[in-house]
């Protein structure tokens, strides 16, 4: 009785920190509220290309660095909030640094990912075009906007970072 609770805790501690288990939508809104102040539009977007960084250069859990350059038009860098909150980069750890560069002209943001490990990186820019769009979504629930953000088409660009 005694080894099969022990396994039973084991089990679920290993499922919980699994790489493999899934965020659902619900968390995502409700971590996005929590680490921001409120889940608007803007979160979803970096929760996607975080999401899409870590897959794409095969990360664990914090490591990434981040370095993101805010345009010109947008509001706030919303965006990097949603890309600390999928990646576990974070200011405070040096992982997530604010660039004082701005993103070129026509680009609402760039963020260039890097793996820590074998120093392979992602720069991803999301054209000043997308913003009418993304502002919009502020008019639905979190849970719509959640959806509008992982379903858009062409959201942003990514190519290798040099």
Same mark, same amino acid.
């Given at each position: 009785?005694? @080894?099969?609770?022990?396994?039973?805790?084991?089990?679920?501690?290993?499922?919980?920190?699994?790489?493999?288990?899934?965020?659902? !939508?619900? /968390?995502?809104? $409700?971590? %996005?509220? !929590?680490?921001?102040?409120?889940?608007?539009?803007?979160?979803?977007?970096?929760? *996607?290309?975080? =999401?899409?960084?870590?897959?794409?250069?095969?990360?664990?859990?914090? %490591?990434?660095?981040?370095?993101?350059?805010?345009?010109?038009?947008?509001? +706030?860098? +919303?965006?990097?909030?949603?890309?600390?909150?999928?990646? /576990?980069?974070?200011? %405070? /750890?040096?992982?997530?640094? #604010?660039?004082?560069?701005?993103?070129? /002209?026509?680009? #609402?943001? @760039?963020?260039?990912?890097?793996? *820590?490990?074998?120093?392979?990186?992602?720069?991803?820019?999301?054209?000043? $075009?997308?913003?009418?769009?993304? =502002? %919009?979504?502020?008019?639905? $629930?979190?849970?719509? *906007?959640?959806?509008?953000? #992982?379903?858009?088409?062409? =959201?942003?660009?990514? $190519?290798?970072?040099?």
């Amino acid at each position: 009785m005694k @080894t099969s609770k022990l396994f039973a805790a084991a089990l679920l501690l290993f499922l919980t920190l699994s790489p493999a288990r899934s965020e659902t !939508r619900e /968390q995502w809104i $409700e971590w %996005g509220a !929590r680490i921001h102040g409120a889940f608007g539009a803007f979160i979803p977007v970096g929760i *996607r290309i975080g =999401l899409d960084a870590k897959e794409r250069l095969k990360a664990d859990a914090r %490591g990434l660095t981040v370095t993101y350059y805010n345009g010109e038009k947008p509001p +706030c860098p +919303c965006v990097a909030d949603g890309i600390m909150i999928a990646t /576990q980069a974070s200011p %405070g /750890q040096g992982t997530l640094q #604010m660039a004082s560069e701005k993103a070129p /002209q026509g680009s #609402m943001a @760039t963020i260039v990912i890097r793996n *820590r490990k074998t120093g392979e990186g992602l720069k991803y820019s999301i054209s000043d $075009e997308w913003l009418p769009a993304i =502002l %919009g979504w502020n008019k639905l $629930e979190p849970a719509g *906007r959640f959806d509008a953000a #992982m379903a858009a088409e062409h =959201l942003f660009r990514s $190519e290798p970072a040099p």
